[in-house]
């Protein structure tokens, strides 16, 4: 199983970065996959989630109208749009494939790609 994370560099406030994760090794669509980020000292957050099909998608409340999230089952790929960026969107961010079945989850991650916001 890999996932892969890319995107990721550093920005000035108000601008714009689209992450990408390309991942393999288990069925894509047949998993939610999200986004979270961790700064630096703090916990890892969850930031959006998107559905296996892409029926449904959240997000954290500090990212709403920021952010998007999207997939490509046919890439086997998930990305994070992301607008409007504020220095405290600063983080590795970090994308995350789950199910759940059979009373059995399966939680596979990537290794991060790092967003930093700053003039």
């Known amino acids: 199983v890999q996932l892969v994370e890319s995107g990721g560099g550093v920005v000035q406030p108000g601008g714009s970065l689209r992450l990408s994760c390309t991942t393999s090794?288990?069925?894509?669509?047949?998993?939610?996959m999200s986004w979270y980020r961790q700064a630096a000292g703090k916990e890892r957050e969850w930031v959006a989630v998107?559905?296996?099909?892409?029926?449904?998608?959240n997000y954290v409340d500090s990212v709403k109208g920021r952010f998007t999230i999207s997939r490509d089952n046919a890439k086997n790929t998930v990305f994070l749009q992301m607008s409007s960026l504020k220095p405290e969107d600063t983080a590795v961010y970090y994308c995350?494939?789950?199910?759940?079945?059979?009373?059995?989850?399966?939680?596979?991650w990537g290794q991060g790609t790092q967003v930093t916001v700053s003039s």
């Open positions: 995350n494939a789950r199910r759940s079945t059979y009373g059995r989850r399966y939680d596979y």
């Open positions: 998107i559905t296996s099909g892409g029926e449904a998608i």
């Open positions: 090794g288990f069925t894509f669509n047949r998993y939610a």
